[in-house]
C-alpha cells in the first residue's frame, strides 16, 4: 500500500510537461529548423545547447557560474569555432583528394 502513496505523490504532471513539451516538441522544432542549414552549422548549433542552456539559466533564473562553468564554456565555443575555421580535411591515409 506504501508503493500506492508514493505513485500518488509522484509529480506526473511536470514529467508529462517536459517529456512532450520541452523534450519532443522543441527536438522537432529545431530538426525541422535546421533542414536549411548546412552539416557543420548543425553540429555548431548542437554542440552549443549546454551554453545555451546556461545563459538562458542565467538570464531568466539569475544562476551563477562557477569557475568550471566558465572553463567548460571556453572549450565548447573554442571547440565550435575550430570546426567551423578547420572544416574538414580529406583523409590523406586512404588516397582521398
Known sequence: MKLFGV????PWLSI??????STTFCLWAEVAAM???SATETAIIYGLEPVWGAAFAWA?????????????AIFIIAGSFM???????????RGDS
Open 7 to 10: 505513485m500518488i505523490q509522484f
Open 16 to 21: 508529462l510537461y517536459t517529456g512532450i513539451f
Open 35 to 37: 533542414r536549411d542549414v
Open 60 to 72: 531568466m533564473l539569475g544562476e551563477r557560474w562557477g569557475m568550471t562553468g566558465f572553463v567548460g
Open 83 to 93: 570546426v567551423q575555421i578547420l572544416g574538414s580535411f580529406p583523409d590523406v591515409s
